[in-house]
């Protein structure tokens, strides 16, 4: 079974200033997904980036960007020039299985965009 | 741009009473999935659902729950008889294709208190 561990319950920073998150992941699949998933106070779940762990190259979506290390089973996010909009809950997640396996959650971790 | 939607947002019921939560997918995905979030805790997989019939569940899965695709747009989870425990955010999801290979896109949840 696959394992995903979110170390930072909750991080502030300051408006403009670059935060990243940390998720490491357990597996022994070799070809699976990785995701990073916003969830703003209005609860939806939103996909920010993904990764395929075949790809070498780290994901990229505007202001979201990831640092993906297979061998060490990291997958982290970065979130340059934050906004006050990007206060949410941010949940990493593994996905894997040749059929429609369930992702796998962390338990998210709280971001705070202070003005 | 095509979304998940789910109905009702708020669902409030007596222990011991049937509830469905309904959802409808994106219209070309073929794979549906149900999960669920406690409050405060992680995002935890329910079951999935292809071809009319369930490709993969969690042990929360239990016999009081089904699902069901009754149309050609509809999907539905099934609560037999409510506990205080099943109190949570229920989001449902679709991907076009499957796990590994593609996104799941989650609706906006519906909260289900049980009184």
């Known amino acids: 079974a696959q394992t995903v561990t979110q170390s930072q319950p909750e991080m502030s920073v300051q408006e403009a200033e670059t935060v990243t998150l940390s998720c490491t992941y357990d597996?022994?699949?070799?070809?699976?997904?990785l995701f990073w998933y916003k969830q703003p106070p209005s609860r939806q779940m939103i996909l920010v980036i993904r990764?395929?762990?075949?790809?070498?190259q780290n994901a990229t979506e505007n202001r979201f960007s990831v640092n993906f290390q297979k061998a060490a089973k990291s997958f982290s996010l970065k979130i340059s020039d934050s906004q006050l909009g990007d206060t949410a809950m941010y949940f990493c997640?593994?996905?894997?299985?040749?059929?429609?396996?369930?992702?796998?959650f962390g338990k998210g971790t709280h971001l705070i965009i202070q003005p | 741009e095509p979304e998940v939607t789910q109905t009702p947002s708020h669902q409030v019921t007596q222990m011991g009473q049937e509830v469905i939560l309904r959802c409808v997918p994106i219209?070309?995905?073929?794979?549906f999935y149900w999960y669920r979030q406690i409050l405060g805790q992680k995002v935890e997989f329910l079951v999935s659902?292809?071809?009319?019939?369930?490709?993969?569940k969690s042990e929360i899965f239990d016999d009081q729950f089904s699902v069901e695709r009754p149309d050609g747009s509809n999907f539905t989870l099934k609560i037999r008889s409510t506990k205080l425990e099943d109190s949570a955010m229920y989001f449902c999801?679709?991907?076009?294709?499957?796990?590994?290979?593609?996104?799941?896109?989650f609706g906006p949840g519906t909260r289900l208190t049980v009184l």
């Open positions: 999801a679709s991907s076009e294709v499957g796990a590994v290979l593609d996104t799941q896109y």
């Open positions: 597996t022994s699949e070799n070809n699976y997904y």
């Open positions: 990764q395929e762990a075949y790809k070498q």
């Open positions: 997640a593994f996905g894997s299985g040749g059929g429609a396996d369930g992702l796998t």
């Open positions: 219209s070309n995905h073929l794979y």
């Open positions: 659902f292809y071809n009319n019939e369930i490709s993969e």
